[in-house]
């Protein structure tokens, strides 16, 4: 027995869109619709005022405003001027307090491919999501781009430092995008060309409580970050082997009062927090250059947020090259023999 062909076409549909790994969260506007529907409801509000018909009155008058009248009254510049958003998002992924979220251009989104998504917790008994990651792989163009978001582990005392590094051990190690290896798609996190790891690293700063705050009024962040854990853990190798994160020239982002310019200090009932550089962002990979790292100035939350511009190179597959190419070849082969 055959399927429908509207059924059909569904499930070609489908598969499509499961091949690509997403599907594009929004529908085009009929931007036209859109302004005879606006035109319509204007002409009626104006006229309610003053209308005094009844309802059956109403209804067999409600066509009263063909479409083809209202189009004539359309403007046309306001369509024009309604520029739709120049950034679309592709994907949004939660995991208790772990979210990451992926915009990009309008005009590059039918160039990424390949997107899928991995989850790890690495909380309470080593698997609860209240500390762990979520990637994102996916293509740009012919390159594989990997964004890693992730909340470490907590804790300011000698030795919390190597509960982090094991958190993004075992992040890099329990990370899979396809469980089934498929050539030419990467599986893994270093199996990509470009990656952006970023989040809550929880690294704190070797300094007493008071000594920081000195450094801190004094603006000294060179003296202040030798005294960083994730740089010291870097230089030694103990974690990010390879990963590369720019020069910090910004006061430390944690711990805060709430909605307030103040760090937590000895009067909050939850005890006082040393300040450091929890919230950090590091890339791997050749090919990716760092054009900006700064601190956002936020104040809904005890951290400040921390933003990167980078500039990645990527490649791309042109049809015409690779088809002047072959046949360039095979014009050298029927020469040859």
């Known amino acids: 027995m055959e399927e429908p062909s509207s059924q059909k076409k569904l499930t070609k549909v489908l598969r499509h869109s499961e091949r690509l790994g997403m599907i594009w969260p929004e529908q085009p506007l009929d931007m036209l619709a859109r302004c005879l529907q606006d035109s319509a409801k204007s002409s009626t509000s104006a006229k309610a005022p003053t209308s005094s018909v009844s309802s059956k009155s109403t209804h067999e008058n409600s066509n009263a405003f063909p479409e083809e009248d209202l189009a004539r009254d359309v403007n046309i510049d306001n369509i024009v001027k309604r520029k739709r958003p120049e950034f679309v998002r592709i994907i949004s992924k939660q995991m208790v307090g772990v979210f990451l979220s992926i915009w990009v251009r309008r005009s590059l989104r039918k160039h990424i491919q390949n997107l899928r998504v991995s989850t790890v917790g690495v909380g309470a008994m080593g698997y609860i999501g209240n500390k762990g990651s979520i990637s994102v792989s996916m293509s740009i163009y012919q390159t594989h781009f990997c964004f890693v978001c992730c909340h470490l582990a907590a804790g300011e005392k000698d030795g919390d430092e190597l509960k982090r590094n094991s958190n993004v051990e075992e992040i890099l190690r329990r ?137 990645a190179e990527v490649e791309v597959f042109h049809h015409r090259k690779l088809q002047r190419a072959l046949t360039c070849t095979d014009a050298e082969v029927e020469h040859h023999q």
């Open 175 to 311: 990370t899979v995008f396809n469980p089934v290896p498929i050539v030419g798609m990467p599986t893994r996190v270093h199996d990509h060309e470009r990656i952006i790891w970023l989040g809550d690293l929880n690294y704190r700063i070797n300094l007493s409580y008071e000594r920081t705050h000195e450094l801190i009024s004094k603006q000294d962040w060179i003296a202040l970050f030798e005294k960083d854990q994730l740089k010291r853990e870097l230089r030694k190798g103990c974690t990010f082997d390879g990963w590369v994160e720019g020069a910090i020239s910004f006061p430390p982002t944690y711990k805060y009062e709430f909605d307030s310019e103040k760090y937590v200090s000895d009067e909050i009932t939850s005890g006082r927090r040393t300040p450091a550089w929890c919230d950090r962002i590091l890339s791997y990979g050749k090919g990716i250059r760092l054009l900006s790292y700064k601190r956002g100035e936020l104040t809904l939350s005890d951290h400040r947020p921390v933003t990167a511009v980078y500039m």
